[in-house]
T-cell receptor, first 114, second 115 residues
Framework: GENVEQHPSTLSVQEGDSAVIKCTYS??????FPWYKQELGKRPQLIID?????GEKKDQRIAVTLNKTAKHFSLHITETQPEDSAVYFC?????????????FGKGTKLSVKP | GAVVSQHPSWVICKSGTSVKIECRSL??????MFWYRQFPKQSLMLMAT?????????EQGVEKDKFLINHASLTLSTLTVTSAHPEDSSFYIC???????????FGQGTRLTVV
């Protein structure tokens, strides 16, 4: 089955700096890669996603890149702010017009220091 | 985005009893719902995939007789933890996917404590 590896497990940056979180996946059939942000005690919230027919996607300060050949994808947060502090999870699935189950990475705890 | 409601938000039960957790999609029909378990400071681990009107598909290592899943309608799935033990204490979260889309919407989670 699919296996998703996520690094680093913790990341501390100064406010205004950039943060990068990387994930690799094992199943070449996976074609949907979302990123979730989870604040303490709350539900995960989708922040950005990318499908396998796209190499990069950007939404304001957040961007995701996908390298299908290498089977890895990354989350980039620029101009970080204290409210970006949370745990971020990457995930992969093989949804093809029907619902596919998400396999999550282990998460990255991001701390943005003011 | 779509709304998924999970109930209860927290529950404390005695060892040996059973606990039912509900997951409802409030404004869309979810043919598939997923149940996850999350230990403190750890990731979400998929327990099972629940399809409306059919038996759930359990992940390896998850006891189907221990964690009963019912998906009787397009808006409701339930997870029943049977004969709960302290090691079942955890944060359980459901998610639902609307038709044809891949984005999963999560419930707020249920913190189960077995004493």
């Amino acid at each position: 089955g699919e296996n998703v590896e996520q690094h680093p497990s913790t990341l501390s940056v100064q406010e205004g700096d950039s943060a990068v979180i990387k994930c690799t996946y094992s199943d070449s059939a996976s074609n949907y890669f979302p990123w979730y942000k989870q604040e303490l005690g709350k539900r995960p919230q989708l922040i950005i996603d990318i499908r396998s027919n796209v190499g990069e996607k950007k939404d304001q300060r957040i961007a995701v890149t996908l390298n299908k050949t290498a089977k890895h994808f990354s989350l980039h947060i620029t101009e970080t702010q204290p409210e970006d502090s949370a745990v971020y999870f990457c995930a992969a699935s093989k949804a093809r017009g029907s619902q596919g189950n998400l396999i999550f990475g282990k998460g990255t705890k991001l701390s943005v220091k003011p | 985005g779509a709304v998924v409601s999970q109930h209860p938000s927290w529950v404390i039960c005695k060892s040996g009893t059973s606990v039912k957790i509900e997951c409802r999609s409030l404004d869309f029909q979810a043919t598939t719902m997923f149940w996850y378990r999350q230990f403190p400071k750890q990731s979400l681990m998929l327990m099972a995939t629940s399809n409306e009107g059919s038996k759930a598909t359990y992940e390896q290592g998850v006891e189907k007789d221990k964690f009963l899943i019912n998906h009787a309608s397009l808006t409701l799935s339930t997870l029943t933890v049977t004969s709960a033990h302290p090691e079942d204490s955890s944060f359980y979260i459901c998610s639902a996917v609307s038709g044809g889309a891949s984005e999963a919407f999560f419930g707020q989670g249920t913190r189960l404590t077995v004493v």
